[in-house]
């Protein structure tokens, strides 16, 4: 297992700070987004992520944790040490077991096909180059592994849009999430099929449902994850 490469370009540390500040009043200030809309929807993307081994990326405080699968081993990784040590409290009080590391998504310390499949829920908005991280989301997915994301993203009214595109660099500096991206368009970029896409809230929501395919011939065979993990913060 290849440690983590250390977090070190500005923009990554950036996002690492603006998550570290807001891990301990993260929850609370999602409350009602929770109770409203984001509960159900959690429920719903999870539903169909299976497989014998899989990622999760940016889990943060671990609100997807009640939604793995017990029959599934997860791997789960963050940019924040204290969103991480949220997450793994979350996992203790639950009694489930993740595998949590501390990684960028950008250069994610897995080998090639480690995973069946991934999922992220409101991430890609935050990760500073998002079709960098998708890349290596395909890279360390199997190949035909399936890809499942919940995003919000810029509104498709172009009004609202250029509302969101005036707001981000406010939202950007308070919460560390982009609000103007277009997440469906970084997926197709970095080579991830888009086999399904849903829209709720205004288009402002998507629910993305991807696949790998096959990648070319010659390159790795599947090595999966070492048990013990290098910047596993929850050894338990
Ligand atoms: C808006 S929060 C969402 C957390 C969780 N997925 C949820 O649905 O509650 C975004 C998370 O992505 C993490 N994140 C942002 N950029 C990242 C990166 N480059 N690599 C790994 N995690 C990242 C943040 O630390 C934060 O925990």
Same mark, same amino acid.
């Given at each position: 297992m290849p440690a983590s490469p250390p977090i070190e370009t500005e923009e990554s540390l950036t996002t690492q700070r603006r998550y570290d500040r807001q891990a301990a009043l993260f929850d609370l200030m999602e409350v009602p987004f929770e109770f409203l809309a984001f509960g159900k929807l959690? $429920?719903?993307?999870? @539903?169909?992520?299976d497989g014998a081994i899989?990622?999760? *990326?940016g889990v943060g405080t671990g609100k997807n944790i009640?939604?793995?699968r017990a029959d599934t081993r997860t791997v789960a990784v963050d940019i924040s040490p204290r969103m991480l040590r949220r997450a793994a409290h979350r996992a203790r009080r639950l009694e489930r077991d993740v595998d949590l590391v501390l990684a960028d998504a950008q250069h994610l310390p897995f080998p090639d096909s480690a995973f069946d499949a991934a999922? &992220? !829920?409101f991430v890609f908005c935050s990760v500073p180059d998002p079709i960098a991280g998708l890349q290596e989301v395909r890279r360390v997915v199997r190949d035909s592994g399936r890809v499942h994301l919940l995003e919000h993203v810029r509104a498709p009214n172009p009004v609202v849009g250029r509302l969101m595109?005036? &707001?981000?660099? *406010?939202a950007v500096r308070m919460s560390g999430a982009n609000i103007n991206r277009d997440t469906v368009s970084s997926v197709a970029k970095a080579g991830i099929a888009l086999d399904d896409v849903e829209s709720r809230g205004f @288009? *402002?929501?998507k629910i993305v449902r991807g696949s790998t395919g096959? $990648?070319?011939?010659g390159q790795e065979e599947r090595e999966p994850p070492a048990q013990e993990? !290098?910047?596993d913060v929850a050894s338990r």
């Open positions: 959690r $429920r719903r993307l999870w @539903g169909d992520v899989v990622l999760e *990326i009640p939604f793995h999922s &992220a !829920t595109d005036l &707001a981000n660099p *406010i @288009g *402002i929501i096959q $990648r070319p011939s993990m !290098t910047n």
